[in-house]
């Protein structure tokens, strides 16, 4: 009886597997029957900058198996796919014992995708893991299996394949090594077949411990797989190796930052089709302007000497929201996360020109007073709030809003946004696209909430371009490999601002590094005003664990954040280093060009009045006087305006 019941179960296991065979063949006859898939350049993309000229590519120096060391294709094969001559494009043993290990461990420790499931993979844009997705991958795999060769497959996957940042292995041989790919030894080769697995862990130029012990698994592997001996193996492990890149290597050291946010832009293209297959590939024409990202570049390695400190810097034509240049930290090699896209940051001073946008909307001059001394807010149920000064520098006294401006005076800016009211800069903020939600506390007008750096760039883009909300954007158009469009930005630009208040509060930012400001206190851009040969709206904010500046001329918009991913505290030198680094870039980025080009023009509803900077009363006859601008009929008289008796919660101490 036991034997009849072994024998049934043998019989249905075994029909189990005749059926999954011949399913299998049926589908891969199928696959057969189909046209044959365009691998050569299919995941390929070429980026163009701003004028039209390829500046990368993700498979341009595609190179056959011969010319591939062939220690470089054994580490491939012993490490991701050791059965990659015998399967047919899945590895079922390995599937299997990979579920084993990772039920019995609970788990996601191994993985069993082939070389061809990987290069199916590395034909989509996007990696997500939803079924639709997976079912897609596993049947571009059986039509690769079905119409290409062993080597075929391997010389696309190699050729594909993500070192790091550096997209198949010619290009990555050239990077780390300046040598062709045939030319890798043992040792070179072994570093760089660790690296796919997890290129931001396993780059030697991230992390060479962690690329070290890859290595040392990959060695192994061979050895194991008899592809070298164990005194091969332990050659090549303490053999030092010099990461000798290229001349052209150099670039990518921030421009990397630029690219990965072009690619995740694309990804956000509903318009493009997920997978290369359906366009061969793809020309990328960007708003990269490699002049801009070189002043980026130059300025902040000249600048910010502090080699701890990290930072991130935004350049963008504010008439239409291209990004021109961008990085998101000191050294791609060393860390890919960017700042500049992914990061919130306490932005500080830099969010006061919004607050004292709605304050000239609602009434306030460049004249209006409100007392500057050490001051402590008190609200329903006992709560209070003191604010303090940077330095502890007070006029003891009423300032103009200019004045304000130009110290940067916390005080004025609590009072300011009580007098407005709690909804006052939020609407604000929301009309000129900064659509985080923001608590609506006292420290509001202090810069304490957390925005992104881009959300900036567009909130001060719409004051640059005279009142109209832009969105950065990286990409201006997508094309296949033939030159049809499949995706051009449209710039949809929405007047949100009053141009004539924009144009006093531009001018009044000005005032950051006037000299005529000098008096208990100093403008907060003083230190740099020397190094200006053009006339710009600037604002710095510093907090204890970030600096910021963002200035701009109706050409440019430049915004540059430095500090440490830890929250260590910043120092006064790295506030110095940051406006050093903001002032080079737009000064190398407007080379030529006159204040006539790059400033605005007088509105005709907008009067210029010559001022007392810091009483902000019509200047008297032998006092310092600064040119301060009003709409008709708001310009002040002989008395000043002050709004400090229309705060009754104030009191001083």
């Known amino acids: 009886m036991k034997k009849k019941k072994s024998k049934k179960w043998l019989f249905i296991i075994l029909g189990f597997i005749l059926l999954f065979v011949f399913i299998y063949f049926g589908i891969y006859l199928y696959a057969k029957m189909q046209p044959k898939l365009p691998i050569t350049g299919a995941n390929g993309y070429h980026l163009y900058d701003i004028n039209e000229n390829i500046y990368t590519a993700s498979s341009n120096k595609n190179v056959s198996l011969d010319d591939i060391s062939d220690y470089l294709i054994n580490a491939t094969i012993s490490t991701e796919d050791k059965n990659f001559y015998k399967h047919q494009g899945f590895d079922y043993l390995r599937i299997l014992k990979a579920m084993f290990v990772n039920i019995k461990s609970g788990e996601n420790l191994q993985g069993a995708s082939t070389i061809t499931q990987q290069f199916a993979k590395n034909l989509f844009l996007e990696f997500d893991k939803t079924w639709d997705r997976k079912i897609k991958e596993a049947w571009i795999t059986i039509r690769l299996e079905a119409h290409y060769s062993k080597d075929d497959i391997l010389e696309g996957y190699l050729n594909t394949i993500n070192y790091g940042g550096i997209f198949g292995i010619e290009n990555a041989s050239k990077y780390y090594f300046n040598k062709r790919a045939k030319d890798l030894n043992l040792a070179e080769a072994s570093i760089l077949a660790g690296i796919p697995k997890n290129p931001s862990r396993y780059s030697p130029l991230i992390d060479e411990e962690n690329a070290k012990s890859r290595q040392r698994i990959i060695l192994d592997s061979m050895v194991k797989n008899g592809y070298i001996t164990e005194a091969q193996a332990d050659e090549a492990y303490n053999t030092k190796l010099n990461y000798e890149k290229s001349e052209n290597s150099d670039n990518l050291k921030m421009m990397m930052y630029y690219q990965d946010a072009v690619l995740d832009e694309l990804k956000s293209i509903k318009t493009i089709p997920s997978s290369f297959l359906d366009t061969g590939g793809l020309k990328i024409y960007t708003n990269l302007d490699l002049g801009a990202q070189k002043a980026l570049e130059d300025s902040a390695n000249k600048n910010i000497t502090n080699d701890e400190i990290q930072m991130a810097g935004v350049i963008m034509d504010p008439k239409t929201g291209k990004v021109l240049a961008l990085s998101g930290g000191r050294d791609y ?90 909804e006052a800069l939020p609407d604000i903020l929301r009309r000129v696209g900064i659509n985080e939600k923001l608590n609506t506390l006292p420290s509001l007008a202090l810069g304490a909430e957390e925005i992104n750096m881009m959300d900036m760039m567009a909130a001060y883009g719409a004051l640059a371009n005279e009142g109209y909300k832009v969105k950065p954007y990286f990409i201006s158009k997508v094309t296949d490999m033939e030159g049809n469009i499949l995706y051009e930005y449209k710039p949809n630009l929405e007047n949100v601002l009053n141009k004539n208040t924009v144009y006093i509060l531009n001018e009044l930012l000005t005032t950051t590094y006037a000299s005529e400001f000098k008096d208990y206190n100093v403008p907060t851009c003083l230190s740099i005003a020397s190094k200006m040969t053009h006339k710009y709206a600037i604002k710095s904010g510093t907090t204890n664990t970030d600096n910021l500046i963002f200035g701009y001329n109706k050409d440019l918009v430049v915004g540059i954040w430095t500090g440490y991913d830890d929250n260590k505290e910043v120092s006064s030198k790295d506030s110095s280093n940051l406006k050093n680094t903001w002032v080079d870039i737009m000064e190398k980025c407007l080379e030529g060009k006159t204040d006539e080009e790059t400033w605005y023009e007088t509105p005709s509803n907008v009067v210029g009045v010559a001022i007392d900077p810091i009483s902000g009363k019509v200047a008297s006859d032998g006092s310092k006087a600064k040119i301060l601008y009003y709409i008709k009929g708001t310009e002040p008289t002989l008395n000043k305006i002050s709004l400090d008796e229309a705060i009754p919660t104030v009191k001083t101490e």
């Open 333 to 422: 090699n060393k860390s890919q996360y960017n700042r500049a896209t992914m990061a919130k940051r306490q932005v500080g001073s830099t969010i006061k020109p919004f607050l004292y946008y709605s304050a000239l909307e609602n009434g306030f001059t460049p004249s209006t007073t409100f007392t500057s001394e050490k001051t402590t807010f008190s609200f329903s149920g006992n709560k209070t709030y003191t604010p303090k000064n940077y330095n502890d520098e007070y006029a003891n006294g009423p300032i103009s809003l200019a004045a304000a401006i130009s110290y940067s005076d916390n005080i004025y800016a609590v009072k300011t946004h009580l007098f407005l009211g709690d």
